[in-house]
């Protein structure tokens, strides 16, 4: 299957400093792509769908202005954990899909520590 | 809103035994449904998939049958591995998600030889 590259795969940063994570699609382009977060023991829960050259849309309760998402090429996302606190600390992992209702691949996830 | 039920485990399985991981769904459209598995250390990939009512996917041994009467898609393996110890996800999208994966809680599954 087509490959989805996540990176960093762990980071551990000082409360108030920003991170950002970078999911990338290396032999497909991904016209859309997905953010989830996973809490230990429980589910991954969406926080937001990115659509290339557009702005995303974030789930609810989801802040917009602390977890910047960026999605400026048909391989490239970002997400940028802005001002991290220790209750943002989470794996993080991205997926990507070619369009509408068509298989997403996953990457590896991000452990985000905040210390 | 959409959500998916899969039973807690962890579940603990000899080697060859049959395994069973119940997953319910609540849509409000035609989801399509899907189990994804996480080995440790690794990331998401998906096992298998159906699209519409009575499809069964399937793979490397796993089977599950999309149940629209029972809103049901319990995965099914004749024999388990040691290998296919894992985390295990049930989950659906639909156009009302706009096809982002919503996903169960998983099931951690342990097969000891």
């Known amino acids: 299957g087509a490959v989805v590259s996540q990176h960093p795969s762990w980071v551990i940063c000082k409360s108030g400093t920003s991170v950002k994570i970078e999911c990338r699609s290396l032999?497909?382009?991904?016209?859309?792509m997905f953010w989830y977060r996973q809490f230990p023991k429980q589910s991954l829960m969406l926080m937001a769908t990115s659509n290339e050259g557009s702005k995303a849309t974030y789930e609810q309760g989801v802040e917009k202005d602390k977890f910047l998402i960026n999605h400026a090429s048909l391989t490239l996302s970002t997400l940028t954990v802005t001002s991290a606190h220790p209750e943002d600390s989470s794996f993080y992992i991205c997926?990507?899909?070619?369009?509408?209702?068509?298989?997403?691949?996953f990457g590896q996830g991000t452990r985000l520590t905040v210390v | 809103g959409n959500s998916v039920t899969q039973m807690e485990g962890p579940v603990t399985l000899s080697e060859e035994a049959f395994l069973t991981i119940n997953c319910t769904y609540t849509a409000t459209g035609y989801p399509s449904l899907f189990w994804y598995v996480q080995y440790p250390g690794e990331g998401l990939q998906l096992l298998l998939k159906?699209?519409?009512?009575?499809d069964k996917g399937s793979n490397k041994g796993f089977e599950a049958t999309y149940r629209k009467e029972t809103t049901s898609f319990h995965l099914e393996k004749g024999s388990v591995q040691v290998s296919d110890s894992a985390v295990y996800f049930c989950?659906?999208?639909?156009?009302?998600?706009?096809?982002?994966?919503?996903f169960g809680k998983g099931t951690s599954l342990l097969v000891t030889p």
């Open positions: 989950a659906l999208s639909d156009s009302n998600s706009g096809y982002a994966l919503n």
């Open positions: 032999d497909f382009q991904a016209t859309t």
């Open positions: 997926s990507a899909s070619e369009g509408v209702n068509t298989e997403a691949f």
């Open positions: 159906a699209t519409k009512a009575d």
